[in-house]
């Protein structure tokens, strides 16, 4: 890894917007198209990757959304939950688009659910995220649509 965290030999540009306390949000680039994935997002948290659904429970765990849920604006935290779970493929961009109208959150049955969709490369996709109290995520993603 280099500095901050980002993959060895991959450009980054930070999603400064994004940017929460320790938490930064990055697009990679693989420049050498050494890697299998020419671009991804990736996310750190002090300097160091948590990339994933490891690394969304961390997140979550940090920023507490039961406690406060309307701390931050739904739709910034869709872009930044984005972050985590959409990752560079290598017949698909990882650009995160967050469809604003289709994003709500709420505190139900003592869980907080995310629910948004997600567009990328002219498609849309709902996904709903839950954390309870003792840390579980869960992600249900539903249909592509086109």
């Known amino acids: 890894m280099s500095d901050p965290g980002i993959p060895e030999g991959f450009s980054s540009r930070e999603a400064t917007d994004l940017q929460l306390g320790v938490w930064r949000f990055y697009r990679v680039?693989?420049?050498?198209?050494?890697?299998?994935?020419?671009?991804?997002?990736?996310?750190?948290?002090d300097?160091?990757?948590?990339?994933?659904?490891?690394?969304?429970?961390?997140?979550?765990?940090d920023i507490d959304p039961l406690a406060d849920p309307?701390?931050?604006?739904?739709s910034l935290l869709a872009a930044q939950i984005g972050h985590f779970l959409i990752r560079g493929?290598?017949?698909?961009?990882s650009r995160v688009e967050v469809d604003e109208h289709a994003t709500a959150t709420?505190?139900?049955d003592g869980r907080f659910i995310l629910r948004t969709t997600y567009r990328r490369d002219g498609h849309r996709q709902p996904v709903?995220?839950?954390?309870?109290?003792?840390?579980?995520?869960e992600v249900r993603w539903g249909p592509i649509e086109t």
């Open 47 to 61: 300097g160091v990757a948590k990339p994933g659904v490891d690394g969304l429970r961390d997140f979550l765990a």
């Open 89 to 93: 493929e290598s017949r698909q961009s």
């Open 70 to 74: 309307n701390r931050i604006p739904a």
């Open 106 to 108: 709420a505190v139900e």
């Open 29 to 45: 680039n693989d420049p050498d198209r050494k890697s299998s994935v020419r671009e991804d997002n990736w996310v750190t948290r």
């Open 128 to 137: 709903e995220v839950t954390h309870d109290r003792d840390g579980k995520v």
